[in-house]
């Protein structure tokens, strides 16, 4: 099980987040009319062996949207800040 | 080579075993060949085989970083079925299933496919509706498929739970009877032996560190045994197949995700058919040795890691149980993880890339088992001759551009929801 040091409720455990995806991927602003800026947005991913920026939301707890970095081969994750403060 | 026959084994026998035949040679790597498929897994030794026996294409080579047998051919739960809705699925799954129902005599291995049939409960009438409408384009495409209701679910499976009790009551079933299983060892090794009886190099522990480009085209391959000159590269190593994606400047909308599977103890014979649970995501087999082999959700984040989570142990438990109250005391042996290549339609992607000769086999999420033989056929075909095989003409990597996606569960495009 992953456990997440939530920066408002503190340590938890996995089974109270909802996952959200790369967090590394830019959306385009909304007027943006080039669709190779949203086929890469909805659809491509770096998908690294390695250190993966991800969105995790703590559904069950204070409800933030969180930006959490984990490494996808060991799941040590090594920082957790909430996503609003966060830069893609 | 000499071919597996009743009087091989006799012959054999009375030599005292002495004098059998590796099933393939330990190749080490030429300098170069005409085509190299990356990856040794089922789809790789597949497309191995039929690049030679359908194409001619005999100087081959197939290179795997592990063991054959080793990666995901190993780790699934050996489920095979055509009972697919979407037009470009629904006829590759089924040519799939023709190639099945020959393999063991096209290689001259016992892969042990048994048709014994799968059904996905119904536990709803809308449900079995929308399961009405899937046999329909199942039947119209030439496949079996039929709608059971409850009684007749009842007399095939008596074992699920039917009780007054039960938390989402039976309603039906659709059954597909020549679905079934296979021993998935014995694929990879059929294949593998296959090819290496046209000619095909078989390398193992011999991983991709990199490509030889030549102007926009690849034209080898680095290893950890050296570069290696090809005329075509094919890759086929699902589960990794960002990685090698991005060495050859490939991005691809692809996620890894982990899958893990399960099998209980040795039983008596208990689950006759391949059972799956309409109510949630479960479906459970019994293997030769007795042992009840299921399987559930994705974990649900990306992983790289062949290992799994134990929230999802509990799910799947769960899920089992409220299906099957029957096993709720049987003893889970082992558990264990895959690493599949998730895309965002859950659909595979195979075909040639903007890359001059590099071609793509991946992306299979959890299907590609029961796709074996379809996905080397095509790709094979899409190696050989430049151009992707009909069959797989819905499979292109430009669908997600396009807007042609084939989203069978209608999940939309988070890779992790498939």
Known sequence: ?88 | MAPYSAFSILRNALSGQKNWQRAWRAAEPKRSYDVIVVGGGGHGLATAFYLAENHGVRNVAVLEKGYIGGGNVGRNTTVIRSNYLLDGNTQFYEFSMKLWEGMSQALNFNVMFSQRGQLVTAHSADQLDGFGHRANIMRLNGIDADILDRDDVRRLVPYLDFSDTARFPIHGAIFQGRAGTARHDAVAWGYARAADGHGVDIIQNCEVTGFIRDGNGIVGVETTKGRIGAGKVGLAVAGHTSMLGAKARLELPIESHVLQAFVTEPLKPLVDHVVAYGADHFYVSQSDKGGLVFGGNLDGYNSYAQRGNLGVVREVAEAAIALMPCISRIRLLRHWGGVMDMTPDASPIICPTPVDGLYLNGGWCYGGFKATPASGWCFAHTIATGKPHPLIAAYGLDRFRTGRTLDEAGAGPSAWLQ
């Open chain 1, 1 to 88: 099980m992953l456990r997440f040091e939530c920066p408002c409720c503190g340590p938890r455990d996995h089974d109270e987040f909802r996952y959200g995806g790369d967090a590394s991927v830019r959306r385009p602003a909304h007027d943006d009319p080039d669709p190779e800026a949203w086929y890469a947005y909805v659809y491509v991913r770096k998908n690294p062996a390695g250190l993966h920026r991800e969105f995790w939301q703590h559904v069950t707890g204070c409800r933030q949207w969180l930006v959490v970095e984990r490494d996808t081969r060991t799941h040590v994750i090594s920082t957790v800040t909430f996503a609003r403060a966060s830069q893609a």
